[in-house]
């Protein structure tokens, strides 16, 4: 079969190597140019190179390039939908436009302390076809959906988490209808022995659920019990792990080993990640959070006087909401905008504190937070912004940021 592999990232370098197992004529495909090609392998690149794909018996679509400039109907799959059909274990997917990370990260915790194996795989684990010839059918799968993986998917997992929905990647979605459509097929193929957990404090996330087949169990609720055992910080956090306990609850665990599970799991990087405390102040690396509603969640998890460190590349998001919690919040003691979009964050913010800053290093905007900050303050890195004006990538900003604020 003559294959075409669009778009060779990490998850196009999985397909590749999948794909190539069974003797397939593989071509690799991208508009930028490709490093790292195997020596057998053939490759096109440059401008409308997807205008050049009609030859082919498979399209593999890779996250990152949209479905709607792959015009060949039922030739175009992707690695997700692979996966997807030949998975033999059960899958616990989980998608939402902020906590995804967190929540998978919960689920996976809590079902190891069960003694279950569990396959961590997606945007936060392993690419889903590396880790697939290891599944066995006792194993769970739990699975981050990105609106990227979930855009042509023809299956839904077997229990969807459906967390908050909110506007994001605009940039790359045609307008908010084809996001949340994107989200949507997590749960429309959903059989009726299937289930559908969501927040029903989120109209999308309801809307979601509401076109699943499956049994629906609504989230947050009370965890007065398990809140002792979570050691994450801020209110998002105890709604993540309300979402996580109705996942493994239909696994059948105990609320015992829940709280082990919970107890277990210390945060993941650049997710209010703890960095170091500091002549009295305390330094957390949020850069994840790059999308608005993120970075209010980050504003309201401490009482604490905060420094916030915000800005980057503009993803046309909405910064309303940012706008309110921060003229509400009593506690933020300076607003420090950076990036390229700083002037237009500034225009936005006019009525808080803030401070625009022009520096183009790390170890500048560090020293600029230090200079407001005083014993008992939290200085929080939590942009709200894609990263690439300044950084190669949300990894990059969070990793110098905490290297520079531990070498302080």
């Not at 196009?12 to 004529?25: N, R, V």
């Not at 002549?279 to 949020?286: H, I, L, M, P, R």
């Not at 506690?331 to 420090?336: E, G, L, Q, R, Y």
């Not at 905008?337 to 625009?356: F, P, Q, S, T």
Request: hydrophobic share 40%; charged share 25%.
């Amino acid at each position: 079969m003559k294959i075409a592999i669009v778009g060779y990232g990490v998850e196009g370098h999985s397909s590749f190597e999948y794909f190539s197992k069974d003797g397939h004529d593989l071509t690799i495909v991208d508009q930028n140019f490709i490093k790292n090609i195997p020596k057998e392998a053939d490759y096109i690149t440059g401008d409308n190179v997807f205008d050049k794909l009609i030859d082919f018996d498979l399209i593999i679509r890779s996250p990152g390039i949209s479905p709607h400039r792959l015009p060949y109907g039922e030739k175009v799959w992707s690695a997700t939908n692979e996966f997807f059909a030949k998975c033999p274990a059960p899958i616990i997917g989980v998608t939402g436009t902020k906590g995804k990370g967190t929540t998978c990260s919960l689920i996976t915790s809590i079902l190891r302390a069960a003694g279950r194996t569990v396959h961590l795989v997606g945007n936060i684990g392993t690419p889903a076809l590396q880790e697939l010839p290891k599944i066995r059918p006792d194993d769970i799968v739990v699975f981050e959906l990105s609106s990227f993986q979930l855009w042509d998917l023809q299956r839904s997992p077997h229990v969807a988490v459906v967390l908050m929905i909110e506007p994001d990647h605009m940039n790359v979605h045609k307008d908010m209808e084809d996001y949340v459509a994107a989200k949507g097929n997590i749960a429309a193929y959903q059989a009726v022995d299937d289930t559908v957990i969501f927040n029903r404090n989120n109209q999308l996330s309801q809307q979601i659920a509401a076109a699943s087949k499956g049994k629906k169990v609504e989230y947050p609720f009370a965890i007065d019990e398990f809140t002792a055992s979570i050691k994450l910080p801020g209110a998002h956090n105890q709604e993540n792990a309300a979402a996580a306990i109705a996942a493994v609850r239909e696994f059948g665990v105990g609320d015992d080993v829940i709280r082990q599970g919970l107890s277990a799991f210390d945060g993941l990087p650049h997710r209010l990640e703890k960095v170091r405390e500091l002549d009295g102040v305390t330094f957390y690396n949020d850069s994840f959070s790059s999308a608005p509603s993120a970075t209010v969640a980050a504003v309201k998890s401490f009482t604490q006087p905060e420094i916030i460190i915000v800005g980057g590349t503009d993803k046309g998001a909405d910064f309303s909401e940012l706008h309110t919690a921060l003229q509400e919040a009593t506690n933020v003691k300076m607003v420090i905008l950076i990036g390229e979009i700083r002037h237009k964050l500034a225009d936005i913010l006019h009525d808080i504190n803030y401070e625009i800053s022009d520096v183009r290093t790390m170890a500048e905007v560090v020293n600029v937070a230090r200079s407001y900050a005083t014993s008992g303050d939290v200085v929080i890195l939590s942009p709200a912004c894609a990263s690439f004006d300044m950084f190669k990538s949300f990894y990059d900003r969070g990793d110098q940021f905490r290297e520079i604020v531990k070498s302080l």
